[in-house]
Structures are given as structure tokens and as C-alpha cells.
């Protein structure tokens, strides 16, 4: 997925600033680094699913860590987002289990339908579709996680319907 630096608004209201305390407080005073996952995760569900370098240098002043200890761990996992993303992600697993029960075809026949390339948002800010590593449902496959759950069992005529239903704001993410 390639980078690109967009602006984006910073926004810690006075309610994220207190669940961003509220985590905090579950770890000792000298060891706040121990929060940042949690943190990240409010932070960027606040900041339409995604954090800007500006993001991540003001979760890095809040945790009072580098920017550096921040920018490694949401550049290793694939939960946080480097950049705007659509509406609805499909997250495809791409491992074993689901990639021989056809998960990477399906994310080709889901692209070609949406007109985008893995890693690419549609045009409308919609959609955007990306292959990830193992997410556990090896017994279900072929698979994808839409916002907090899991789309299982997957086929074209399922891929068709879940967008249609997220067209019409049928899906729920949280």
C-alpha cells in the first residue's frame, strides 16, 4: 500500500481525552507506553479510521514517548491505517485456509467489481479493499473482517450482496 502524506484534522475532544486517561490508568505511571495499542485504536476510530503523521506525533506527546515508538507500531500492524480509507474496508485473509478455499479470487472478482486495485479506495470514499494476514477463522473460509466483525463462507453472490447492503447503509462496523 503505498503512502502519501495527507493532512488531517486533529481532534481529541474532551470525551477521547478521558478514555484516553481511562487506559492509561490501567498500566503503572512509569510504563504509559504499555497503552499505546489501546490508545491507538480510540484515537484513529475517532479520526475517521485513520492516523496522519500529525496523529501519531500527538498520541507519541500524550503517551510522552518518541514519535518513532509510535510511527514502528502502526507501521508494522495492519489494524491501523496510514491513510484515509473507504467507509467499509474489506479486510481479506490471504493465508493458507482461505486463499485454498479462493479468498484471493474473490478479492479480485470484489476489486474488479468496485473498479479499484487491493490497497485503493473507490472514487466515492466507499469502499476500500486490502488483503491481510491470518484473521483466525480458518474453518470458515474464504473470509473478511468488515469494521468489528466477520464475513464468512464467502462467494461472489455474497460479495455482491454485502455491497449492496453497504451502498444502502444496511452494515453495521461497531
Given at each position: 500500500?503505498?503512502?502519501?502524506?495527507?493532512?488531517?484534522?486533529?481532534?481529541?475532544?474532551?470525551?477521547?481525552?478521558?478514555?484516553?486517561?481511562?487506559?492509561?490508568?490501567?498500566?503503572?505511571?512509569?510504563?504509559?507506553?504499555?497503552?499505546?495499542?489501546?490508545?491507538?485504536?480510540?484515537?484513529?476510530?475517532?479520526?475517521?479510521?485513520?492516523?496522519?503523521?500529525e496523529?501519531?506525533?500527538?498520541?507519541?506527546?500524550?503517551?510522552?514517548i518518541?514519535?518513532?515508538?509510535?510511527?514502528?507500531?502502526?507501521?508494522?500492524?495492519?489494524?491501523?491505517?496510514?491513510?484515509?480509507?473507504?467507509?467499509?474496508?474489506?479486510?481479506?485473509?490471504?493465508?493458507?485456509c482461505?486463499?485454498?478455499?479462493?479468498?484471493?479470487?474473490?478479492?479480485?472478482?470484489?476489486?474488479?467489481?468496485?473498479?479499484?486495485?487491493e490497497g485503493?479506495?473507490?472514487?466515492?470514499?466507499?469502499?476500500?479493499?486490502?488483503?491481510?494476514?491470518?484473521?483466525?477463522?480458518?474453518?470458515?473460509?474464504?473470509?473478511?473482517?468488515?469494521?468489528?466483525y466477520?464475513?464468512?463462507?464467502?462467494?461472489?453472490?455474497?460479495?455482491?450482496?454485502?455491497?449492496?447492503?453497504?451502498?444502502?447503509?444496511?452494515?453495521?462496523?461497531?
Amino acid at each position: 500500500m503505498k503512502i502519501s502524506h495527507v493532512k488531517q484534522d486533529i481532534n481529541i475532544t474532551p470525551e477521547l481525552q478521558a478514555r484516553i486517561d481511562e487506559l492509561i490508568s490501567h498500566y503503572p505511571a512509569d510504563k504509559r507506553k504499555s497503552a499505546l495499542l489501546p490508545v491507538l485504536h480510540e484515537v484513529q476510530d475517532a479520526h475517521d479510521n485513520w492516523l496522519s503523521i500529525e496523529l501519531q506525533d500527538k498520541v507519541a506527546e500524550i503517551l510522552n514517548i518518541k514519535p518513532i515508538e509510535v510511527y514502528e507500531v502502526v507501521s508494522f500492524y495492519t489494524m491501523y491505517n496510514q491513510q484515509p480509507i473507504g467507509k467499509y474496508m474489506f479486510e481479506f485473509c490471504r493465508t493458507s485456509c482461505c486463499a485454498i478455499r479462493g479468498a484471493e479470487n474473490l478479492m479480485d472478482y470484489t476489486c474488479n467489481k468496485l473498479g479499484i486495485k487491493e490497497g485503493e479506495t473507490t472514487p466515492d470514499g466507499m469502499f476500500t479493499v486490502v488483503g491481510v494476514e491470518c484473521l483466525g477463522a480458518c474453518g470458515y473460509a474464504p473470509m473478511l473482517q468488515l469494521g468489528d466483525y466477520y464475513r464468512e463462507n464467502l462467494t461472489e453472490e455474497k460479495m455482491d450482496a454485502l455491497i449492496e447492503e453497504c451502498k444502502n447503509g444496511q452494515v453495521k462496523l461497531h
